[in-house]
């Protein structure tokens, strides 16, 4: 079985919109190993909605967990991590400490647009390239400026940005036009790395492996490998990822443009 890496799953209790308790954590947490999740991100937001998440008390948390997991044999290991969401002072938050990078290994960092914003990530890159730090883009999907612009995701992804999306949204796209996309971001490589965005047993299950399957259909195992384990767990261990260039399929972007 192909060891599974969840780069977006929200598992630190009480700390934002995700599992309200440690019971509800280490749940969803055993249901994750179940279906082949090895590693995962011990996430939290962290933003001006959530000014108590420090970096110091996601990395506790998470170690709690970590301890929790060990203590019931689930054999899952997790990564501390901030989903960061993108402000004018990241940079200068991130220099003083105040963000949690993936796994806290300050080499990626986990961001997501403000509500209702997108913005231009390429300053903020270019600002931590000194540093060694590259963008992880959460639920790139979400973004139309994104996904049915090929041309700037390349030039994101050109810069050091990896894309990541999100595994319900391969497996259950809300409608045709978001399937096609999707289905184009795969087959053309703009796609790096899987997340669940998991919050609950519930709502919003921390469920990956059915995307895992959706790019095993439209991209083959190796790259479907590579995407929801390699990548995956390189950049929870804090590793440098090297991405091929994205290919954009040219006649479903020609479809897209003047339909058919
Ligand atoms: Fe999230």
């Known amino acids: 079985m192909t060891p599974l890496a969840d780069t977006h799953v929200h598992l630190l209790a009480g700390l934002d919109d995700g599992p309200p308790?440690?019971?509800e954590a280490l749940a969803m947490c055993r249901a994750m190993a179940a279906e082949g999740v090895r590693h995962a991100t011990a996430l939290a937001h962290q933003n001006a909605g959530y000014p108590a998440n420090t970096a110091a008390r996601l990395r506790a948390a998470a170690a709690h967990l970590a301890g929790e997991l060990a203590a019931h044999n689930v054999p899952l290991t997790v990564y501390p991590t901030g989903e960061v969401m993108l402000s004018p002072t990241t940079f200068e938050d991130w220099r003083s400490g105040a963000l949690l990078?993936?796994?806290?290994h300050d080499q990626w960092l986990l961001v997501e647009m403000p509500h209702?914003?997108?913005l231009d990530v390429l300053p903020l890159v270019d600002a931590l390239r000194p540093h060694g730090v590259r963008l992880v883009?959460?639920?790139a999907e979400r973004y139309p400026e994104l996904l049915h612009d090929p041309a700037r995701t390349e030039r994101w992804i050109a810069a050091g940005c990896l894309i990541q999306v999100t595994a319900s949204a391969l497996a259950d796209p809300w409608d045709h036009g978001m399937e096609r996309a999707l289905r184009d971001w795969v087959a053309g490589g703009f796609v790096h790395v899987l997340g669940s965005d998991g919050h609950g047993t519930a709502f919003r299950p921390p469920e990956l492996a059915p995307g895992f399957e959706r790019l095993?259909?439209?991209?083959?195992?190796p790259a479907a490998e590579r995407i929801a384990s390699l990548?995956?767990?390189s950049v929870l261990q804090g590793l440098p990822v090297q991405v091929p260039p994205?290919?954009?399929p040219p006649r479903?972007?020609?479809?897209r443009l003047f339909g058919g």
């Open 216 to 221: 095993v259909k439209w991209a083959g195992r």
């Open 21 to 23: 308790t440690a019971d």
């Open 137 to 139: 883009i959460a639920h």
């Open 231 to 233: 990548w995956g767990v």
């Open 116 to 118: 209702a914003l997108f």
């Open 246 to 248: 994205p290919k954009p």
């Open 101 to 104: 990078s993936v796994g806290g």
């Open 252 to 255: 479903s972007w020609f479809t």
